[in-house]
């Protein structure tokens, strides 16, 4: 059963930086397209950024800037995703899921998720 570890959420100041982490267990990690989404509150969970196993991130048109500002990259010898985040902005603030999934297959897993509050 894939099992998916996020860390680093925080609170920052508005143009800080956080970067989160996203350890992945319980499968083979190098078959998974990796995301991380995001829920701000009363909002819907939106996409932010993924990449597949081999190629280029992708990042969301719908989330403003978010390619100048975040980055997302994967370490398939570690079983890891991060996202690097910069600039960061009181409307970033959610809670960040990451997710691994085979979009052949239907294979979906979720994180427990990890706060991120931008504020003064």
């Known amino acids: 059963q894939v099992q998916l570890v996020e860390s680093g959420g925080g609170s920052v100041q508005p143009g800080g930086s956080l970067r989160l982490s996203c350890v992945f267990s319980g499968s083979i990690f190098s078959n998974y397209v990796m995301a991380w989404f995001r829920q701000a509150p009363g909002k819907q969970r939106e996409l932010v950024a993924l990449?597949?196993?081999?190629?280029?991130?992708?990042?969301?048109d719908s989330v403003k800037d978010v390619k100048g500002r975040f980055t997302i990259s994967r370490d398939n010898a570690k079983n890891t995703v991060a996202l690097q985040m910069d600039q960061l902005k009181p409307e970033d603030t959610a809670v960040y899921y990451c997710?691994?999934?085979?979009?052949?297959?239907?294979?979906?897993?979720w994180g427990q998720g990890t706060q991120v509050t931008v504020s003064s």
């Open positions: 990449i597949a196993p081999i190629g280029t991130p992708m990042y969301a």
């Open positions: 997710n691994a999934n085979i979009p052949r297959f239907g294979s979906s897993y």
